[in-house]
């Protein structure tokens, strides 16, 4: 496998005629969404031997929109130089070489559509944009000309490689034209033959026309009539070729001498050879071309499918073509392509690179017409990394373009051995996860809820699962069978299924041997199994433990519940996050220790992450769930969310995160230490997944359509950017495409945004152009995907450019009312009803038959006739005749003095024109009077008309009709939006649940429970389940208190409790654990209190500490740990130990009389009433069962702090109830833990107020050496004359600055090599406190008599003189140097094989070159070692020996930390050197002795040499 660095890029640009150019010597560009990335071609690509000859080395980064064109200067010298144009109006000129940009302008007012580098005149870039503008641009004199040719969309241009003049346009509508810009854009030739779309213009690479023998007279198929104007023959006219490819299906050649055409070239239609799309999805056809500069008598072209053609124009009069890669099946494109550039490769290779629509990138070899090689890339956010467990180094990708990509990383052939799956996905792919063990299978998720499983191994579509999610698929697992599942018999159930979550909170069962039978939501067994009654929360993450017992959910609220199998028992809840779980990985199971695959890693919206040990939880198996609120280590560095975590399967304890900061950070857990820091990336990281093969090698995908493959040995940085790096970093992925102002869209209502999975509705109009969208959207909507999420909260964040120190919460928001607004004013013309009537005050009111009284003011002769007419009807008895009849129809306005049948007609024909007129509330009066009320309501229900009068008098029709009537009412305020009408309407005819539901589904949750409350009997369980969803989506939207409110409404207090709490703020969380006290919810309340009081304690606000405490009675223990904390601070702030001052300390912390022990227990007795031995005991076991993780170096100090008045609480409580065995162990737990923070300052605090006397009062309370108690009061001890060793040595060493150095650099814990390598330096705490205070709690007019107390001191050293000690820390010592050995074999193993492939001396970090410096220098190690490396078999045996001698050491000598005991004989022997005669000979000699049997480490050997000769 290559050891070097890859990138899998985004997708070139489609639909653009020239955005991808490459330069002799192996250079090619194509531009990708905004950007242009760089590959090197050949042998100058440094590609490892036997593999493609190419690499993507860089891209060049500044254009805020979609480049559009992309060109390299081609003249000698200035291949470095290339321009390109984008759709944020400007063109730029770049170095490739900086990746910077030389100049730009920014003279088109629209979208550039087409740009050329003219291969003849050196400084001159030439752009069109769709208005038809051509803009001339010198660079070198940054001067410009402007031609206005045809008012038509350009679509390509070319300059002529021959004359420096002459530039060819091709438009949108097929018109060609040959323009000459020294003469103002004048038009040469206008070229007519094509009917659509110009894609491509390509001049004949030779000058003059007897390079093709074409009968011009035969082939010309347009009349003798010139398309030009008639110019005298200049040599400039005179000869030479241009062939064009249009969307019109052909290629023309064109003659410039005679100004036509002189052949067409018909694309033929070739059966698809197994191409990898959907047969039945039609595709636009783009036809580009290249005309080889070595055979101009031939001809490459595009086609319809994805194939490349060779065309021979020797024989014009037949089609004659050959086709690319016709022997090998499956090596052409299997979409249309969109580029081709040839390139020249410094072997003298022609090649030529082609760009499609299937996304990759293809390299053909111009001598045999075969592929070379492909590199592919991503059309949208990669979303999702998987390794497979079976199949080493098979990587899966899941992408936003709707495909998921399998990436062979071992292969030896080919660096991009990568397999795309289609079929059957049609969606964004947000989640994936291989089969443990069953090879290729594959499953995968997606953005619109689908899950299924794939097998890579065959061409069949993928199963898929019947059971969709509502939302986005978050997550997938595979895991032990669970109940239902799990109740078959052994052959009838798998061994293994499927879990999902999704994004509307629920985890789904599949069985992937029934995909098309039901899923099961786990939620209902966990119910069962745990008999919850509240409402379980939102899951948002699922992540097994590998043996298969233990899953953990994580949670929108930010808890991570820990459940066991066979019944998903509720074991453990971790209160952390307090946001949106995004990610838990569990440490895998082949650590150096097994306790190790008890750690579990997490990450959410906040950017801190947790790892916690869960090893005594899971074995002690507790009856009811335990809480944790104390994280076994914590990660802090990014400043955004965490978005994934992935442990590494070669180290112990090393994990990767990826976080919306755009950075991933590899740390080292156990030490909570940042290791190296990724910056490559352009965007938010959204995955991240460990090389399984090579410990130095990690992947990552983000939302920049990139994945990268990087080294952690050669990154720059260890930690995340802070400060100016984060706005930096900021600004470059801002340069990512800006939201463009779309159509409004509210945020969608999904507030568990997770990785922020986008609602795909992009544009119809792009889609419809793009193909299947199987095949992934095109790269248009690939932006519109990346523009629309910049930040959760919006574009607030683009405007202020701030770091962002932990991601926003995205805003939901109650489902858009649907705005069907003037639906039904459109249909009709008339305003409102109202309106007419509110005019009648100025205007008379309007005539209800007005052509009826029209007709009665006609002329005097019509009305003559109209009273003979009448006459005639009236007074003929027998039947009217034909004529009469005819003459009645017609003056329909006689039927007022003729029968009820006239009479009908004219109302009829009146109510016609009152309609035609937009005036149906006269018509309906007029159907009124005819009587035929029930009709008037069917005809305005249809048409959408009807109104409050009609309805009211609806009940003269009868009471069913006045049901329908109001029912149809409804539904049309429906259709108008007025929901809350409507609903009032449907109670007047008692529908109470109708009204409800109707209020309910368009989100007025308020009106539908007062309705509800006010008509339904109480105990309705519509009622509970309106007060449980308005709840629901108001905690999405953030608005707490009112959705606590509503979980009260509905007796849900523990969820009103926990939602309170959400906001994390100590306001929020006091009067959550207030509610959940007055509910009865102790335990909830307590942990709430507890959370509000540790907020309130890191403000430093220790009155409100105490107060929140109170809320509880559990916490009473708590309350006085909190107490000591407050004395402990006042007395370090007053000893100026402490920099941030506190102003509010409770009343009873500012007396400071007396021994300090004796103050607290003053407090205690004074404050908290604790006076009797029962209730020292009760607070005894309050707080024993708390259990804190050791310290580290990087523990935050008032983390610290809190710890150690932990333990020092329970020291002083065990000493008030006599249990002095306790309270020794809790005084060195205290000890330990500041000695293991390496802050010293503290340590000795702790001495001074909790020993002022030394430890011999507790050692006559000890029963006596044989006690088990004596092994750690034998280590307090040792630590408590450690550290006045330490003080009298900087007493001496005051006056003499050179030492002091040396001083401060022996105290370090020598627990690790690199610790212990690092002696001389020390933390930036000790450093400082040692500054100021050199010496504390010494007067110096005690100097004289110090003598005498340090003599009797440094006889007292003897007991660190401890001779097992030393042995177990010598091989603890030796175990580590070997493993750090081991790990720089490794590293620089691999860096060699990094050297061979890569040349990157600057990369190096100063202080990996410092390390290897160390390594090999000189005095370091003896001359011997240096000189023979140990062998791998030699460093194994010394291994074992070390770990068989400490397994031999009693564990009461193990289990209680030691002071470095030759630490201690280096300091005594230099103040012995120092200070003659201070120690006694027989002690030098001791230590002398100890430094010769066990300074053989690499760290001591130097010292010892020192002093020991």
Same mark, same amino acid.
């Given at each position: ?46 590609? +490892?031997?036997?593999?493609? !000859? ?21 003249? !000698? ?12 109006? =400007? ?29 003849? $005149? ?44 002459? $530039? ?10 040959? +323009? ?270 689908? $899950?299924? *499983?794939?097998?890579?191994?065959? %061409? ?11 939302? =986005?698929?978050?997550? &997938?697992?595979?895991?032990? !069978? ?40 786990? %939620? ?12 379980? !929360? ?29 019944? *998903? ?56 769930? $335990? ?138 109009? +792009? ?59 459109? &249909? ?15 205007? #008379? ?143 007047? +005819? ?120 109170? *809320? ?80 580290? %170096?990087?523990?935050?100090? #008032?983390?610290? &702090? ?95 600055? #050179? ?98 492939? =890569? ?91 100890? *430094? ?18």
């Amino acid at each position: 496998m290559g050891q070097d660095p890859r990138t899998l890029p985004p997708s070139p640009n489609w639909y653009c005629a020239r955005c991808s150019d490459a330069v002799p010597g192996g250079l090619f560009g194509f531009a990708a969404r905004t950007s242009v990335f760089l590959v090197r071609v050949g042998p100058s690509a440094g590609a +490892i031997p036997g593999t493609p !000859p190419f690499r993507v080395i860089g891209e060049l980064v500044g254009h805020t929109e979609r480049v559009s064109g992309f060109t390299f200067s081609h003249h !000698p010298g200035q291949y470095n130089l290339c321009a390109t144009s984008s759709d944020d109006g =400007t063109v730029k000129i770049w170095d490739v070489e900086t990746k910077a940009v030389v100049t730009e302008h920014a003279l088109h007012q629209h979208t550039i559509s087409a740009l050329h580098w003219s291969p003849q $005149v050196k400084d001159l870039i030439v752009s069109g944009d769709e208005k038809g503008v051509v803009f001339c641009y010198w660079l070198n004199r940054n001067d410009s000309q402007h031609h206005f040719i045809e008012p038509r969309t350009i679509f390509c241009l070319t300059c002529s490689p021959h004359h420096e003049d002459l $530039v060819a346009i091709g438009y949108k509508d097929g018109i060609v034209v040959i +323009i000459d810009i020294s003469k103002k854009g004048e038009v040469i030739h206008r070229l007519r033959g094509h009917d659509d779309e110009i894609h491509s213009i390509a001049w004949c690479p030779l000058p003059g026309e007897d390079c093709l023998s074409i009968n011009q007279e035969e082939n010309s198929e347009e009349p003798e009539i010139p398309n030009s104007k008639v110019i005298e023959q200049t040599p400039v006219t005179k000869g030479c070729y241009l062939a064009t490819g249009s969307k019109d299906q052909t290629i023309r050649i064109w003659s410039c001498s005679r100004g036509r055409g002189v052949m067409i070239l018909k694309l033929p239609f070739l059966k698809r050879r197994g191409g990898g799309i959907d047969p039945t999805v039609k595709e636009r056809l783009w036809l580009t071309l290249h005309w080889p500069k070595d055979q101009p008598t031939q001809l490459v072209s595009s086609c319809f499918g994805g194939e490349l053609l060779l065309w021979d124009l020797t024989q014009s009069w037949r089609r004659k073509y050959t086709l690319f890669s016709a022997s090998s099946e499956g090596q052409n494109h299997s979409r249309i392509v969109f580029n081709l550039c040839p390139l020249q490769t410094e072997d003298d290779k022609q090649l030529l690179l082609s760009t499609s629509m299937d996304r990759d990138v293809k390299c053909w070899d111009m001598a045999t017409l075969e592929c070379c090689w492909t590199l592919p890339s991503l059309g949208g956010f990669a979303y999702s990394l998987a390794f497979s467990p079976v199949d080493m180094g098979c990587l899966a990708i899941g992408v936003g373009d709707g495909m998921i990509r399998v990436w062979n990383t071992l292969s030896i052939k080919n660096n991009y051995d990568v397999k795309n799956f289609w079929q059957g996905v049609k969606s964004k792919v947000t989640a994936l996860c291989w089969h443990p063990a069953k090879e290729g299978c594959l499953a995968f998720g997606t953005d619109d809820g689908k $899950v299924g *499983l794939y097998d890579t191994y065959s %061409n069949k579509p993928p199963q898929i699962s019947s059971t969709y999610h509502k939302k =986005t698929v978050y997550t &997938l697992a595979w895991g032990p !069978p669970l109940p239902p599942i799990s109740l078959g018999g052994e052959g009838d159930r798998p061994s293994l299924t499927l879990y999902s979550c999704g994004g509307e909170g629920i985890v789904l069962q599949h069985n992937p041997w029934k995909l098309g039978g039901e899923a099961y939501d786990i %939620n209902k067994l966990i119910r069962d199994t745990n008999s919850i009654k509240y409402k379980l !929360p939102v899951h948002t993450e699922i992540s097994w433990k590998a043996d298969g017992k233990i899953m953990a959910l994580g949670n929108e609220d930010g808890s991570i519940e820990i459940f066991q199998v066979p019944n *998903l028992k509720l074991i453990c809840t971790i209160q952390q996050h307090h946001k949106l779980v995004n990610t838990i990985s569990w440490h895998h199971e082949h650590g150096s220790q097994p306790e190790l695959s008890y750690l579990m890693a997490s990450g959410s919206n906040n950017a801190v992450i947790y790892v916690h040990n869960l090893k005594t939880v899971i074995e002690s198996n507790p009856e009811a769930p $335990v809480t944790i609120t104390e994280p076994y280590r914590t990660l802090s560095g990014h400043t955004a969310k965490i978005t994934s975590v992935a442990w590494s399967p070669h180290h112990d304890g090393r994990l990767v995160s990826a976080s919306y900061d755009g950075t991933a950070q590899v740390w080292d857990s156990l030490r909570e230490e940042p290791l190296c820091n990724f910056r490559g990336h352009r965007g938010r990281l959204l995955c991240v997944a460990w090389s399984p093969l090579d410990p130095d090698c990690i992947y990552s995908g983000a939302d920049d359509f990139c994945v990268y493959k990087w080294l952690t040995s050669m990154q720059e940085h260890s930690r995340p950017p802070q400060g100016k790096k984060s706005i930096e970093l900021e600004k470059k992925r801002l340069s990512q495409p800006k939201p463009k102002p779309k159509k409004k869209k509210k945020p969608t209502s999904r507030a568990p945004v997770k990785q922020e999975v986008y609602d795909g509705n992009e544009d119809e109009s +792009i889609r419809e152009s793009s193909g299947p969208v199987e095949n992934g959207v095109s790269d248009q909507e690939g932006e519109e995907e990346a523009r629309e999420p910049e930040f959760p909260s919006g574009v607030a964040s683009v405007a202020s450019r701030e770091p962002v120190t932990c991601a926003p919460v995205s805003l939901g928001f109650e489902k858009s009312k649907v705005t069907v607004n003037n639906k039904v004013t459109l &249909l009709k013309k008339e305003p409102p009803k109202e309106k007419p009537e509110s005019l009648t005050k100025k205007r #008379k009111a309007r005539s209800m038959l007005p052509l009826t009284t029209s007709l009665d003011h006609r002329s005097k002769e019509e009305l003559h006739q109209d009273c003979l007419v009448l006459a005639t009807a009236k007074h003929s008895k027998a039947e009217l005749n034909e004529e009469v009849s005819a003459d009645l129809e017609e003056r329909f306005h006689l039927g007022l003095f003729t029968d009820r049948g006239a009479l009908y007609r004219m109302i009829e024909v009146e109510g016609k024109g009152h309609l035609e007129n937009g005036h149906p509330e006269l018509f309906h009066q007029l159907m009124l009077w005819k009587g035929d009320l029930k009709g008037v309501l069917q005809t305005a229900a249809e048409r959408g008309e009807l109104t409050d009068s009609l309805v009211a008098m609806a009940p003269v029709a009868g009471y069913h009709v006045w049901l329908w009537a109001v029912e149809a009412f409804a539904k049309q305020l429906c259709f108008q939006d007025q929901y809350v009408k409507a609903a009032s309407h449907l109670l007047s +005819i008692h529908k109470v649940y109708e009204a409800v539901e109707l209020l309910k589904s368009n989100h007025f949750y308020r009106e539908a429970i007062a309705v509800a409350k006010a008509r339904l009997r109480p105990e309705d369980p519509i009622l509970k389940d309106l007060y449980l969803t308005w709840g629901a989506i108001l905690e999405k939207d953030g608005h707490y208190a009112v959705a606590a409110k509503c979980y009260l409404g509905a007796a849900s207090a523990y969820d009103a409790a926990k939602v309170l709490s959400k906001k994390g703020d100590a306001a929020s969380l006091k009067t959550a654990a207030e509610l959940a006290s007055i509910v009865g919810e102790n335990e909830l309340s307590s942990s709430l209190a507890l959370r509000c009081a540790q907020e309130l304690l890191l403000a430093r606000n220790w009155v409100g500490a105490q107060e929140a405490l109170k *809320l509880h009675e559990s916490l009473k223990g708590q309350r006085l740990v909190f107490c000591l904390l407050e004395l402990l601070s006042k007395h370090l702030e007053e000893r100026q130990l402490l920099e941030a001052k506190s102003s509010s300390y409770n009343a009873w912390a500012t007396g400071t009389a007396g021994p300090f022990v004796e103050r607290v227990t003053a407090v205690w007795k004074n404050t908290f009433s604790l006076e009797s031995p029962e209730q020292y005991q009760a607070a005894l076991q309050q707080l024993q069962s708390i259990k804190y993780p050791s310290a580290t %170096n990087n523990t935050p100090s #008032k983390q610290l &702090l809190l710890h150690i008045c932990h333990d020092l609480t329970l020291a002083v409580l065990s000493q008030q109830v006599a249990s002095w065995d306790a309270a020794v162990e809790a005084l060195l737990r205290a000890v330990v833990r500041s000695y293991d923070s390496g802050n010293f300052t503290i340590m000795q605090e702790v001495h001074s107020a909790f020993l002022p006397e030394g430890c011999d009062h507790l050692k006559h309370k000890l029963g006596g050496p044989q006690s088990p108690i004596t092994p750690a009061f034998k280590s307090l001890e040792a630590f408590f004359i450690y550290g006045h060793l330490y003080e009298f040595w900087w007493s001496l060493s005051r006056h003499c600055p #050179k030492s002091s150095v040396w001083v401060r650099a022996a105290h370090r814990r020598t627990t690790s090599v690199e610790q212990s390598q690092q002696i001389n330096n020390a933390t930036l705490e000790e450093t400082d406190s040692r500054d100021s205070q050199p010496e504390p709690n010494r007067p110096p007019e005690l100097d004289v008599r110090l003598t005498e107390e340090s003599k009797q001191m440094l006889i007292t050293c003897k007991e660190l003189f401890s001779e097992k000690h030393a042995s177990l820390q010598n091989s603890q010592r030796t175990v580590a140097e070997v493993q750090e050995t081991l790990a720089e074999m490794i590293r620089q193993h691999q860096k060699s094989q990094v050297c061979k492939s =890569t040349t990157n001396g600057p990369d190096k970090n100063e202080s990996e070159q410092a390390e290897e410096q160390s390594l090999s220098s000189p005095q370091n190690e003896c001359k011997e070692e240096k000189n023979q490396p140990l062998s791998l078999p030699e460093l194994t045996k010394r291994l074992t020996e070390a770990n068989e001698k400490i397994a031999k050491f009693p564990e009461s000598v193990k289990i209680w930390p030691f002071p470095d005991v030759l630490e201690c004989c280096l300091i005594l022997l230099h103040i012995g050197s120092q200070c003659p005669g201070s120690v006694t000979q027989d002690m030098q000699q001791q230590a002398q002795e100890l *430094l010769q049997k066990y300074g053989n480490t690499k760290v001591y050997k130097r010292y010892c040499e020192t002093f020991c000769t």
